[in-house]
């Protein structure tokens, strides 16, 4: 079955950099799309960056755009995002998901979900 699984959050200071990584496993990983997302207490799931199959195509939220990148290894199957001066706002917790509908930034469009990693910014 299709499983991902992320890792790397942890608690860290402003301005701080810190990478999560999205392991995947039971499916064509070069196949598929995949997205980042992120959800804090008390809000919803809120769409952070997009890469394509190849990598060659990304986009960004507006709210980590210049200081967050998304990149893949498709030969161990690991999607990364590289967060750079963190912000207290920043603290979420951190999805990977696997993209099968148009939409980039709907969760509507995602239908494998990871277990999150927690991310805490503090100041």
């Known amino acids: 079955q299709v499983q991902l699984v992320e890792s790397g959050g942890r608690l860290v200071q402003a301005g701080e950099s810190l990478r999560l990584s999205c392991t995947a496993s039971g499916l064509t990983f070069s196949m598929i799309a995949m997205s980042w997302f992120r959800q804090a207490p008390g809000k919803e799931r809120e769409f952070i960056t997009y890469i394509s199959q190849t990598g060659v195509y990304t986009t960004y939220a507006e709210s980590v755009k210049g200081r967050f990148t998304v990149s893949r290894d498709n030969a161990q199957n690991t999607l990364y995002l590289q967060m750079t001066s963190l912000k207290p706002e920043d603290t979420a917790v951190y999805y990977c998901?696997?993209?099968?509908?148009?939409?980039?930034?709907?969760?509507?469009?995602?239908?494998?979900w990871g277990q999150g990693t927690q991310v805490t910014v503090s100041s």
């Open positions: 998901a696997t993209k099968k509908g148009i939409r980039v930034d709907s969760t509507n469009s995602y239908d494998y």
